[in-house]
T-cell receptor, first 110, second 114 residues
Framework: KQEVTQIPAALSVPEGENLVLNCSFT??????LQWFRQDPGKGLTSLLL?????REQTSGRLNASLDKSSGRSTLYIAASQPGDSATYLC?????????FGKGTTLSVSS | DAGVIQSPRHEVTEMGQEVTLRCKPI?????LFWYRQTMMRGLELLIY????????DSGMPEDRFSAKMPNASFSTLKIQPSEPRDSAVYFC????????????FGQGTRLTVV
């Protein structure tokens, strides 16, 4: 059974710092991996999608990497800002439906 | 497209009452998913449909839960009778087939059963 783990559960950093969020999964047979952002009381916003054949994807200050063989993905956020404060969720797609980790709650202080 | 649309956004009901949550997926998407989010368990898949047909309902917690998709633009999740432990945020998501396709989520329905 596929399990997704995100460490740390919470992270606090000062504004301007570069940071890395981690995601690990137990079964490397995935179709793709998606990173989401969730603001309190809101829905999920898709940030990046990495296909199983890709190693990384970039969007603005965000860079996501995927290493299927080791069952790991990272989300790198450059020059963090207070507006980046949210919960970041990683989800893998082993077939059709997404299986989520419990997320990392990020707080960026000004 | 307006994205995935869910209604209502908030629902407060008394234990034992029937609750119906609604979802309109993105036009052209042939997969629809229902998820439940709680603090303890995170996001859990309840059921998903492909071309309006239920494919996997193994995540539906009990027979009190049922879901339908009568056409490509509408789905419902019904709880009857509702219980306090059903209190959670329920999300609907849709996607299309393919490795390069993202899943898009609605804003969710926050259900409180008192």
């Amino acid at each position: 059974k596929q399990e997704v783990t995100q460490i740390p559960a919470a992270l606090s950093v000062p504004e301007g710092e570069n940071l890395v969020l981690n995601c690990s999964f137990t079964d490397s047979a995935i179709y793709n991996l998606q990173w989401f952002r969730q603001d309190p009381g809101k829905g999920l916003t898709s940030l990046l999608l990495i296909q199983s054949s890709q190693r990384e994807q970039t969007s603005g200050r965000l860079n996501a990497s995927l290493d299927k063989s080791s069952g790991r993905s990272t989300l790198y956020i450059a020059a963090s800002q207070p507006g980046d404060s949210a919960t970041y969720l990683c989800a893998v797609v082993p077939g059709t439906a997404l299986i989520f980790g419990k997320g990392t709650t990020l707080s960026v202080s000004s | 497209d307006a994205g995935v649309i869910q209604s209502p956004r908030h629902e407060v009901t008394e234990m034992g009452q029937e609750v119906t949550l609604r979802c309109k997926p993105i036009s052209g998407h042939d997969y629809l998913f229902w998820y439940r989010q709680t603090m303890m368990r995170g996001l859990e898949l309840l059921i998903y449909f492909n071309n309006n047909v239920p494919i996997d309902d193994s995540g539906m917690p009990e027979d009190r839960f049922s879901a339908k998709m009568p056409n490509a633009s509408f789905s419902t999740l019904k709880i009857q009778p509702s219980e306090p432990r059903d209190s959670a945020v329920y999300f609907c998501a849709s996607s299309s087939r393919g490795e390069n396709t993202e899943a898009f989520f609605g804003q969710g329905t926050r259900l409180t059963v008192v």
